[in-house]
């Protein structure tokens, strides 16, 4: 690696001029949080994906407990996700003390498979945590359908998929602008497809849920009369409600986001299209590269109309490493001496100690997952990866290959 070969990180994010422009003015406003900013980038992401409300928060996971909350989903129900996503997708249905459970995964496009969630259904089933992973739908329409007949609320944990969508029966859909999902949850971490620093959002077409996640991303409190039940009469504040006056009746956190944070997320968001389409572009870059490479695999795309839909936020191959001869660490090194960075996305969640020792799961739960973690490495994939930096990463990884 020469000093011009600088290292390519498996993510990034792009920071232009005018984010920092968009952030400056914030900074020299009179709002650094709970500013107008705030309800612009709510509006102007709600209208991007398409649907009806949006709450912004300090991060996906937080929006993730939300859904939970506003669900009312609590001890005694049982909450389904995918083995392969962050710890956050499942962690959400402990918070708030029901029961994380695990389907795995179809083994094409690494999602949650709706067969296997169909097949095997519990009635104690009262959430499904969809996952997008690496962009990529699960099959949206059946597990909706799949739910609804059940009783069962769909949340649908696009955190990977800002910007992207599907196709079904010859119309398009944008992940948080389609029927089957109640709520939709993204992360704005700076790897993802648009950044807030940190950050999160709760689109639904729900209104009582909506307005339910902004009262409790702060404490709970509500400061609208229409929806004061009233302090006892006994306290000095029932006699007299006035502008000072806040009320709270069920208990919340300080989830909030910030206007700096929004403002450079509004600034992100006018580049979500361009974003989404150059990661295609590289994504078809090394699909190319890459087709018929030995023991290697490229990613799937389960349903060929969405290719121009998809969002890529991760490029996730298939490795083979015993059959060429390497531990994943020593291919992981090989690519870093030549400075292209990797990662592993991810360790099957139900195989955590805490899930282990929490809930008994362990390995053999969902081989599928389980074997997919085995052979997974995921590739810098960024838009402002140059097609120089793209070159490098295929020529990194095509020499290691026989
Ligand atoms: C699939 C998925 N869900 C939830 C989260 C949580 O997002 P955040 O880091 O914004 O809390 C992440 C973050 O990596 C994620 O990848």
């Given at each position: 690696m020469t000093a011009s070969d600088s290292f390519i990180p498996y993510g990034r994010q792009d920071i232009t001029a005018e984010d920092i422009e968009a952030v400056t003015e914030a900074l020299r406003?009179?709002?650094?949080?709970?500013?107008?900013r705030i309800e612009e980038f709510e509006e102007a992401f709600a209208r991007c994906v398409g649907s009806r409300y949006a709450v912004a928060v300090c991060n996906a996971t937080a929006a993730l407990h939300l859904a939970m909350r506003v669900t009312d989903i609590g001890p005694g129900d049982r909450v389904v996700t995918s083995p392969?996503?962050?710890?956050a997708s499942a962690n959400c249905a402990s918070f708030v003390g029901a029961t994380p459970d695990f389907s795995d995964i179809d083994?094409?496009?690494?999602?949650?498979?709706a067969d296997r969630l169909e097949a095997n259904?519990?009635?104690?089933?009262?959430?499904v945590v969809a996952v997008a992973y690496a962009g990529q739908a699960p099959d949206m329409p059946r597990i909706g359908e799949l739910c609804r007949s059940n009783g069962a609320i769909v949340i649908e944990d696009a955190c990977h998929g800002t910007g992207g969508g599907f196709h079904h029966e010859g119309a398009a859909y944008k992940l948080g602008g389609?029927?089957?999902?109640?709520i939709t949850t993204f992360s704005f971490h700076?790897?993802?497809?648009?950044?807030?620093g940190e950050g999160g959002i709760l689109v639904t077409d729900n209104e009582s849920y909506a307005n339910q996640a902004r009262r409790l991303r702060s404490h709970?409190?509500?400061?609208a009369p229409g929806d004061f039940r009233g302090?006892?009469?006994?306290?000095?504040a029932e006699m007299e409600r006035g502008p000072w006056y806040y009320e709270m009746s069920e208990l919340g956190y300080n989830y909030r986001t910030t206007d700096i944070q929004c403002a450079l997320g509004l600034s992100q968001l006018g580049r979500i299209d361009n974003y989404a389409q150059r990661r295609r572009d590289i994504v078809a870059a090394y699909n190319e590269a890459f087709?018929?490479?030995?023991?290697f695999k490229t990613p799937a795309?389960?349903?060929?109309?969405?290719i121009d839909q998809i969002s890529w936020h991760l490029y996730t191959t298939l490795i083979d490493f015993e059959q060429i001869g390497l531990t994943r660490t020593a291919y992981m090194a090989k690519l870093r001496e030549v400075g292209v960075g990797s990662q592993v996305l991810?360790?099957?969640?139900?195989?955590?100690p805490y899930y282990r020792e929490t809930f008994g799961y362990g390995a053999g739960k969902c081989p599928n997952a389980e074997s997919y973690y085995r052979h997974a490495l995921s590739l810098p994939l960024f838009p402002k990866m140059t097609d120089t930096e793209v070159g490098r990463v295929i020529e990194a990884v095509t020499t290691i290959h026989p």
């Open positions: 406003s009179d709002f650094l949080t709970s500013g107008p392969n996503t962050f710890l083994p094409k496009s690494y999602n949650l498979c259904w519990q009635d104690d089933t009262k959430a389609h029927p089957w999902a109640d700076p790897v993802k497809a648009l950044t807030t709970g409190v509500t400061r302090i006892g009469s006994d306290s000095p087709a018929g490479l030995p023991h795309v389960t349903r060929p109309e969405d991810y360790i099957p969640v139900h195989l955590q």
